[in-house]
């Protein structure tokens, strides 16, 4: 009897002592608990954070909270009463950093409540550091409502949605960097034929902020030579994890060929340094000159406009055969792509197809292959005088470029006619088919006797 009473008695603390815990649970979830359904606060998500917030044209003020903080759980009355306010004006909204720990980190959220404005730049956020009342906050976002405003009325800034051109922490009128997304890249950069330099940045990043204004400069620097892009890998994650992106921020180069393998960019972070390295790439990026047969006035006409035409007269077809010819020409384009980032344009003919041409540069007589560099303004030339071969031929080049050896006028002081002549079909040479000689009406007895002597 006895022991049936204790576990009765037994039964029964645990039955209230499970009560108690319950009643504990449920007053700790409604203490916590931070409520924005029904009201003007918009709850935010990494869902929607993008749609609704970096590619709207409004401006937002944003809390980041967690439901378990004392200072957010005052903050929400006021919270709600400023959305209320700010309704058709600014938006305000909130987002549980606690339980989306992805957008909390990638805003530099550390304590809460966090509060920032996402205004003309939507990439780069700005704190606010008002009041925690109603008034504050209705202020603090008239506040950006008016710079976004004044800045659109200047002419100096964009709409305020989250197509910045411009790099990690900001954009305005003006700036010739693209603004890259997971959306736009391969079409942009992948699929161009032009080089790229692409940096890779996040909005909170100090270092990225601080790159702003030289990337900025240097994209306008090397516009026409290199195009510059950003991308905030914090939002556009699928193309910063195709790189391996782990730092900010992080510069890769994209020739205008091999768009697969980008080189990373470890110089300078200046203006000056970024332009440097931009410019060296697009000489490198210039597609080597074609080697011309010179077979009219207009291919002429179209290398004597260059600073300098190199034109190489190459033996006979039945001399030097197909092969032999594909040789010199060969040779020649690889000088053309040793030199494509000088102003040189190139041409070949064959030997005593251009008569007056050698004339006029004193080529005829002294056998092929020769070679002449001409300036067509200047009615000047220079001769190669060494062997025709790849170190003759460069260390030749080498001099006319940095202006050493000795140039001779041309020929009459003018330059000469072209003759029209057939391009080469690029087969072997042939000789002309003689023709058979009919001897039969040829008579041998008819020729007089001679006398014996």
């Known amino acids: 009897m006895l022991r049936e009473v204790r576990c009765s008695c037994l039964r029964a603390s645990a039955m209230a002592a499970l009560k108690v815990c319950l ?15 029904g009201t003007d606060v918009v709850q935010l998500t990494p869902t929607n954070f993008q749609s609704r917030v970096i590619d ?66 939507k990439n780069s956020p700005t704190d606010y550091q008002g009041q925690r009342t109603a008034s504050g906050i209705v202020q603090g ?8 405003a004044n800045a659109r009325l200047s002419g100096r800034g964009g ?33 161009s034929g032009e080089p790229w330099l692409v940096e890779f940045f996040a909005p909170w990043c100090g270092h990225c902020k601080s790159l702003e204004p030289q990337w900025k400069r240097a994209a306008t620097d090397l516009k026409g030579k290199v195009k510059l892009g950003a991308l905030d890998a914090t939002v556009h994650t699928s193309v910063a994890g195709r790189y391996g992106i782990q730092g900010f921020p992080t510069i890769k180069f994209f020739s205008a060929g091999d768009k697969a393998n980008p080189e990373d960019y470890q110089g300078g972070r ?39 035409c190199t034109i190489a007269f190459l033996p006979h077809i039945l001399d030097s055969q197909a092969s032999g010819r594909n040789d010199y020409i060969k040779l020649l384009q690889s000088m053309a792509d040793r030199y494509k980032t ?31 560099t001409l300036s067509a303004k200047k009615l000047k030339y220079a001769p190669l005088r060494g062997a025709f071969s790849k170190s003759g031929l460069t260390d ?29 079909d690029g087969k072997d040479g042939a000789l ?8 039969s009406d040829i008579s041998l007895d008819d020729e007089p006797a001679k006398d014996e002597l």
């Open 159 to 191: 709409s305020s949605g989250g197509g910045s051109s411009g790099s990690g922490s900001g954009g305005s009128g003006g700036n010739d960097v693209v603004e890259l997304t997971d959306a736009n890249f391969d079409e942009l950069v992948m699929k």
């Open 23 to 37: 009643l504990l649970a449920a007053f700790a979830c409604s203490t916590y608990a931070i409520d924005y359904s």
């Open 396 to 424: 030749f080049l080498q001099a006319v470029t940095v202006g050493r050896g000795s140039t001779l006028s041309v020929r009459g002081s003018e330059l000469p006619k072209i003759s029209t002549v057939e391009a080469w």
């Open 141 to 148: 976002g008239l506040d950006a409502a008016r710079q976004v």
């Open 56 to 121: 709207s044209e409004y401006v937002w003020i944003i809390e980041f909270y967690a439901p378990w903080c004392g200072h957010c759980q005052s903050l929400t009355p006021e919270w709600k009463k400023a959305a209320t306010a700010l309704k058709g004006i600014v938006k305000v909204g909130a987002v549980d950093a606690d339980a989306h720990k992805s957008i909390g980190g990638q805003y530099g959220v550390r304590g809460f409540p966090t509060i920032k404005i996402f205004g003309a730049n």
């Open 270 to 308: 200046t203006a000056s340094d970024i332009v440097a390295f931009g410019e060296q790439k697009a000489l490198e990026s210039v597609e080597p000159p074609e080697i011309v047969q010179l077979v009219d006035q207009k291919s002429f006409d179209a290398c004597a406009e260059k600073q300098l």
């Open 342 to 372: 000088r102003p040189f344009g190139w041409l070949w003919t064959e030997g005593a197809a251009q008569s007056k041409l050698e004339d006029a540069v004193d080529v005829g007589g002294f056998g092929y292959p020769a070679l002449v």
């Open 432 to 439: 002309p088919e003689e023709e058979d000689l009919d001897l």
